[in-house]
């Protein structure tokens, strides 16, 4: 089963919601895990909140499965980084504040079951100047990236640490603006 040929996103995303439901349709040999990855990584980008919230829960039922299901742990292993660049840059500002709970989501799901990998992509991909904000100091970054990789247990601080990033990366930490935020 190959995803994007022909095909309608609205189409692709029910069948993203088919394998959150039914994991075990991850073992069929004819459906190509790595589209199905990578279609899910584009919704990530979608203007449309529902499709970025489905995505976002597609792949916090996905990556806790990556130990135990062959062709899925070889997927994330070999395309991951680039769902956390996604995740970082949607944290940077390419994604509403109203997510942020979501990609949080994903943030604790990598952490929790792909730390040695995390690790490494966290660490990598946040060296880049300008990513995933101009705004941000490399201490900035550095210090998101330990908070990050310290909490494997509470998904609630995550998911504050998340808020707070994502604040800092659009230069609205600690305007009023954010009061209630």
Request: proline share 4%.
């Amino acid at each position: 089963m190959v995803l994007g040929a022909g095909r309608g996103w609205a189409y692709q995303l029910h069948i993203l919601q088919a394998l959150k439901r039914k994991p075990d349709l991850f073992l069929c040999e004819r459906l190509d895990v790595k589209a199905v990855f990578q279609c899910a990584v584009l919704a990530l980008k979608f203007p449309e909140a529902p499709t970025v919230k489905a995505s976002c829960g597609f792949f916090t039922e996905l990556l806790p499965r990556c130990g135990e299901v062959e062709p899925v742990g070889k997927v994330v292993q070999e395309d991951g980084r680039m769902l956390l660049i996604a995740v970082l840059e949607a944290i940077g500002g390419q994604a509403s504040r109203s997510l942020m709970d979501c990609f949080a989501d994903i943030l604790f799901a990598l952490n929790k079951h792909c730390f040695s990998l995390l690790s490494v992509w966290i660490k990598e991909a946040l060296q880049s100047p300008g990513f995933p904000s101009a705004r941000l100091s490399p201490e900035q970054k550095d210090t998101f990236s330990q908070q990050i990789l310290r909490e494997r247990v509470n998904k609630r601080r995550v998911k504050e640490m998340v808020k707070e990033f994502t604040l800092l990366c659009r230069g609205l930490h600690g305007t009023d603006y954010t009061a209630d935020y």
